[in-house]
T-cell receptor, first 120, second 114 residues
């Protein structure tokens, strides 16, 4: 399957600082990427949908000024957690939509390995 | 929006036995149903998917079945091995989801005992 990378895999920061997480599709172009947050032993909670060249669409209850998303190219989306606080500590995961090529629609979503954010 | 229910939440089987995880969905327009395996501390990995134009798909020890009338789909793992232990998520995507958003079940913690 296709490969999606995330960087960094782990980050520890002080309260009040900002943290940027990168999500890259390595072998396909992704016009759409998704950002999720996952709490321990819970399902994936969609935070926002990122489209290349346009503003992200945020889910209800997600502060867009706190979680800044930039999808600057067809292979890169970034999530910036601004003024992070301990309650922002979580596992953040991105996914990228591979729409495939040609007349055969594969349209599959691949996930990155996740980023563990700890805010002290 | 779509609502996906997944059962059971935990499943324990002996090595070599089969495991079945079931999901139901609410939107009859949903047409794509992937299954993901997530190991501890890692991102979900796509293991198999099925589209609404087929009723069953198999890949070695893993199979997925889809019943569009009843709006449910299931994951079947045969000859389970300890390395199959993980959390499994089902998901559904509807025709109306132009951006490809997936709706996930709550997950099933599968434990395979040696």
């Amino acid at each position: 399957g296709a490969v999606v990378s995330q960087h960094p895999s782990r980050v520890i920061c002080k309260s009040g600082t900002s943290v940027k997480i990168e999500c890259r599709s390595l072998d396909f172009q992704a016009t759409t990427m998704f950002w999720y947050r996952q709490f321990p032993k819970k399902s994936l909670m969609l935070m926002a949908t990122s489209n290349e060249g346009s503003k992200a669409t945020y889910e209800q209850g997600v502060e867009k000024d706190k979680f800044l998303i930039n999808h600057a190219s067809l292979t890169l989306s970034t999530l910036t957690v601004t003024s992070a606080h301990p309650e922002d500590s979580s596992f953040y995961i991105c996914s990228a939509r591979d729409r495939g090529q040609g007349w055969v629609s594969t349209d599959t979503q691949y996930f990155g390995p996740g980023t563990r954010l700890t805010v002290l | 929006g779509e609502n996906v229910e997944q059962h059971p939440s935990t499943l324990s089987v002996q090595e070599g036995d089969s495991a079945v995880i079931k999901c139901t969905y609410s939107d009859s327009a949903s047409n794509y149903f992937p299954w993901y395996k997530q190991e501890l501390g890692k991102g979900p990995q796509l293991i198999i998917d099925i589209r609404s134009n087929v009723g069953e798909k198999k890949d070695q020890r893993i199979a997925v079945t889809l019943n569009k009338t009843a709006k449910h789909f299931s994951l079947h793992i045969t000859e389970t091995q300890p390395e199959d232990s993980a959390v499994y998520f089902c998901a559904a995507r509807g025709l109306g989801s132009t951006l490809g958003r997936l709706y996930f079940g709550r997950g099933t913690q599968l434990t395979v005992w040696p």
